[in-house]
């Protein structure tokens, strides 16, 4: 059985070899808390769209982004929105974009689950 010298199965492992001194350890610097982002929109405000043949799931995740809401997207959700709102509700907005196109949504927590509607 060979047998490495100390220096150089150090060096293999990346520990200082035995005696070596090694540099002094730096701290380790943490990132402050992360504050919750607020959000864009808040509940009841007032929004207004004009959207023609916009994705539907384009706009959900618009939506999403400005709630800052986790979204979840059945595969059978398909289609284009064309709607022109002026000063309604984000959630009345949602909620005809949805009913419109027979797509419901279900909120559990802070994930937004889109389906169709059976």
Excluded: C
Excluded at 27 to 52: F, W
Excluded at 56 to 84: C, M, W, Y
Excluded at 87 to 100: K, N, P
């Amino acid at each position: 059985m060979t047998r490495l010298p100390a220096a150089l199965l150090s060096a293999a492992l990346l520990l200082p070899a035995p005696g070596a001194v090694s540099a002094p350890r730096r701290p380790v610097r943490r990132s402050p808390t992360p504050r919750p982002t607020p959000r864009i929109v808040a509940a009841g405000d007032r929004i207004s769209l004009d959207l023609k043949d916009a994705d539907i799931r384009d706009v959900l995740r618009t939506f999403a982004k400005l709630q800052h809401f986790n979204l979840v997207i059945d595969p059978e959700v398909k289609g284009s929105v064309t709607v022109r709102l002026v000063d309604v509700r984000w959630e009345q907005a949602l909620d005809v974009i949805l009913r419109s196109n027979a797509f419901a949504y279900e909120m559990e927590g802070t994930i937004v689950r889109v389906e169709t509607l059976h």
